[in-house]
């Protein structure tokens, strides 16, 4: 029962290698498939922000779900029937810290599933994959 957290945000230094890996998942070779975001707040000197699904015990995203799209994760946080979804928007809408981010290309959100493998790609430790409890 794992999920995806963030050890050490003082840690990123912006490299985005997580985002890559994240997309490399479906085969992307650029970031627009990544369930992770990683900005800038200021650069070196002020830092970096990363945005990935923080596993909500009870997911605002499901509950706005029209589809049912949205399936509540045992861990916490949700996985996505792709198939059901009908593109409405409503879950990355409701997400309180913009965690789901959006497929343009197929209209459709990208939501991590805390698979953990973007967490081989940060060479600076900020992610890593825990258990509940």
Sequence with gaps: MARLVITDV?????????????SRRFG?????K??????????????????VCRACEDPPCAAVCP?????????????????KCIGC????????????????????PIICVHCGYCVDYCPYGVLRLAGRG
């Design 67 to 83: 589809a049912d799209a949205l399936v509540k994760r045992r861990e916490g946080g949700v996985v996505l029937r792709y198939e």
């Design 10 to 22: 003082n840690k990123c230094v912006g490299c985005m290698s997580c985002m890559f890996a994240c």
């Design 34 to 51: 990544s369930a992770i975001h990683v900005s800038s707040i200021g650069g070196v000197e002020r830092g970096y922000k990363v945005v």
């Design 89 to 108: 928007g409503n879950c990355a809408r409701a997400c309180p810290i913009g965690a789901v981010q959006w497929d343009l290309e197929d209209n459709k």
């Design 28 to 32: 992307e070779g650029g970031l627009a």
